[in-house]
């Protein structure tokens, strides 16, 4: 279980694909805090550490990706050098400053607008139209691992503001149209559509 609050941006160093994949992730984390068997979003998925090593500032993990969450994620375009957003998974007593987040992918959704709002910079994205009929204006969204905020629904698309501080120590500063983006759609939304079904 995660909140989308990310607490470092991670560069992939390595892929290397024997059955499943296997990705070795550069990052500033302490890897003490990092246990071989702990879960760890990876911009959205949640991933399993299976080895580690360095010093804390300069340190890495790897994760094993299986070919399910290859084929349902932004993952299966990873290269080497891609920039993740990274968030260890929450703890009994953690603040919850975004919103509960499990690390399960959705779908993949791409970004069709960008444009400047102030000092932020407001975002419009396609989602798939599964997953449309879950996503609802001042609802929340986890976006790449990072809860935000929707703005407005219009079909299948749907609005998000970037503030500067989320450009910043996200990997939200380097997006642009066409930018492939993991979605996962608030638990809440997802069970109470459920639910209704049986009404």
Request: aromatic share 4%; proline share 3%.
């Amino acid at each position: 279980m995660f909140t989308g609050i990310i607490i470092d941006v991670g560069m992939v160093e390595l892929i290397t694909k024997r059955g499943d994949t296997t990705v070795k992730i550069k990052t500033v984390l302490d890897p003490a805090g990092l246990a071989i068997g702990a879960s760890v979003a990876c911009s959205g998925p949640c991933l399993t550490v299976i080895a580690k090593g360095g010093r804390e500032g300069d340190a890495w993990f790897s994760v094993e990706v299986s070919t399910e969450t290859m084929s349902k994620t932004t993952l299966e375009a990873w290269t080497v050098g891609q920039l993740v957003n990274l968030e260890k998974s929450l703890k009994v007593g953690d603040e919850i400053g975004g919103h509960i987040v499990s690390g399960h992918v959705d779908g993949v959704g791409e970004v069709v607008s960008l444009s400047p709002e102030g000092h932020s910079v407001r975002l419009k994205i396609k989602a798939p139209k599964a997953l449309a009929k879950f996503i609802a204006a001042k609802g929340s969204i986890a976006l790449d691992g990072t809860s935000l905020t929707v703005n407005e629904v219009d079909g299948t698309s749907f609005g998000v503001n970037i503030i500067p501080h989320t450009s910043k120590v996200t990997t939200w500063g380097a997006v642009k149209v066409g930018s492939k983006i993991n979605i996962e759609i608030d638990m809440l939304a997802r069970y109470l559509a459920r639910l209704k079904e049986f009404a």
